[in-house]
């Protein structure tokens, strides 16, 4: 997701909906894997929020402590070599 130059949004929840999964093999691919990231310039990525055991088919819902701020949104599974 992308805003506009020059604004931001402000989020203080997302919600994810994973569909019917088998448990057993499915979700590793997700668990420790998955993650939503922010960025301010499109390129360089701060992990706002990475999948863990929780995560289940259905929805799920990542609340932030405090709202964060950023004009580019995104899931994604990095490699294993970058760092965030």
């Given at each position: 997701m992308e805003f506009k130059p020059g604004y931001v949004g402000m989020l203080s929840q997302v919600k994810v909906f994973l569909n019917e999964i088998n448990r057993a093999t499915t979700i590793k691919y997700f668990v420790n894997k998955?993650?939503?990231?922010?960025?301010?310039?499109?390129?360089?990525?701060?992990?706002?929020?990475?999948?863990?055991?929780?995560?289940?088919?259905?929805?799920?819902?990542?609340?932030?402590?405090?709202?964060?701020?950023?004009?580019?949104?995104?899931f994604s599974v990095p490699d294993k070599d970058t760092k965030s």
């Open positions: 998955l993650e939503f990231q922010g960025s301010a310039d499109g390129k360089t990525y701060t992990k706002l929020w990475r999948a863990d055991v929780t995560f289940h088919a259905g929805w799920n819902y990542i609340k932030f402590d405090t709202p964060v701020k950023y004009r580019f949104y995104r």
